[in-house]
């Protein structure tokens, strides 16, 4: 297992913090905020941007009746009151408030009363936090409230007080401009990047900044953007958030006739396969390091513009090395397999214990997944679904195979990062006429339990049969273990898509899974029996949906070499064919 946590990493949280507090130091003092963010500010939007993502319009009705429910947690304001006077559940939903993301949300009831609204809820802010505040003026919510302004568009930024609307945005963009050079390399820095830049075209903020803008935003790019397109945190929708902003960016400097760096359009196409490789039927994003199921409308918005106007087509690469991902692809069938650790330093922060975990889907629907995540649920559950039990993988003694840093100072100090991770992940591909195997095996328990994982995975060519199997063993060069007769409990976690429903066989060595069409799938497995366990899913957003996991159990020797049993175990999903009503 491999240490990621050193003592130059602490030395350069050390600095970043030193850095930001002296910043933050400096604008909380109007003198200093009066010279730094003075400027000419824009009279009209220059040009109006296209957002590719649709608000909720069932969340927008709330609002209007006063009730925000952000980060899984809700506040309610009465009639007459603004919730910008009531104390919020906690800070992650402060800054999800300050974020303004849900002005979308409220501007898809397109309606005046909501547009209004908008316009009232903008202002009041101003009045309030305008000149300074701590929280809401911390880089990645500003950046936030930066764009969801400029993609706001003539819904907030006209009227009697667009004109001071406008003045404070401009403010807020010199502060985002001024704070990009403190701020953590991380996808905080990405997306203040993206907002500086389309808020630079639509408002055609003075060319010096606009050429800060597009540096930095071509820098982070460059730093970020990996060459097989995925995103240096490894998470999928990271990349496809990524491309939406880089879509909506390029659109409007189109229509603006401004220029933008080269680096937009190779990430672009970087991005473009990558996101594509990374979706599964139905149009869901494989949900691994911190993502969920993205937004299926916006990432084919996204790509069509990246196609000249059409969705590109062809053949999906299947393999993305850099990124840390195999596919393998048959008759409709698609495996995504996680098959590297999780990402080192600050882009660590949201990643998963989830080496050699899948997600499998099949007949047009979702089968295997992970819980996912998406920061619409509270913070009690961010923690729990890191784990390695909250993915379609092997569990040694309910341990997970990366560690996260435990609470303490260092925590507090360089965020929620991991602190071992199971490298090394090696993975083997070989594609044949009866189909594609992939095999992948890590370390993540060696250190602590003296054994390595192995798992094998094979799709069949008709897309009707994925097989797999998975083995501990002790490396040879470790020896003998201390305790040969010990033994190692383990389980292997199937997490199914909440709309799957199973069914256990009465030997409980296999069970029936009912897909959403009506078409069934035979789990069958040599290390039963098999149990029915409860999951949840949190990558389709709040609330959590309840849904169901295939868990086999079973106690490995420590000195196996993980080709027999009960260090292995052999598990399949095989197509039967229409077992079932459709939506029964």
Known sequence: MGRQMTPVDLAAALGRRARREASDFANAFAPYRAVALSGRAPQALAVTPRALRRGDKARGAAMLAGRFVLAG?????APGDSPWDLPAPSRRFAEALHGFAWLQDLLAVDEADARAAARTLTDDWIARFGAWNFVSWEPGVLAARVRAWTLAGPAVLTGDEG?????????QCRRLSRALPVAPADRTRLEMALSLALA?????????????AG???????KAQILPDGGHVSRSPQAAADCLIALCELDAAAA???APLPDEVRRAIDRLTGFVRFSRLPGGALAGFHGGGEGDARAIDAALSHAGG??????KVFNIAPH????????AGSVVILDAAGPPPGLHGADSHASALAFEFAASGARIVVGCGWSPDHGARWREAVRATAAHSALTLEETSSARLLGPGWRRDLTGPRVAHSPDPVKVRRNEEELGVWLEASHDGYRKAFGMSLRRRIFLAMDGADLRGEDGLFRPVEDGPPADPEARLSFAIRF????????????????????LPSGDGWRFRTDGGPVRLDRSVYLAAGAPPRRSTQLVVSGEAEPFGGGDRPPNRVRWAFQRLGRVGAAGG
Do not use: I
């Open 163 to 171: 004109p001071a609307r406008l003045k404070s945005l401009a403010r």
């Open 255 to 257: 229509a603006a006739g």
């Open 323 to 330: 990124a840390g991902y195999h596919r393998a692809e048959a």
């Open 200 to 212: 630079a075209v639509c408002l055609d903020l003075p060319g010096r900044l606009q050429a800060r």
């Open 495 to 514: 997490h199914l898509h909440p709309d799957v429903r199973a069914s256990l066989s009465r030997d409980s060595m296999s069970a029936l899974l009912v």
């Open 215 to 221: 540096a930095a935003l071509e820098a982070v790019l």
């Open 73 to 77: 947690e809700t506040l309610e304001a």
């Open 309 to 314: 106007g059409k969705a590109p087509t062809g």
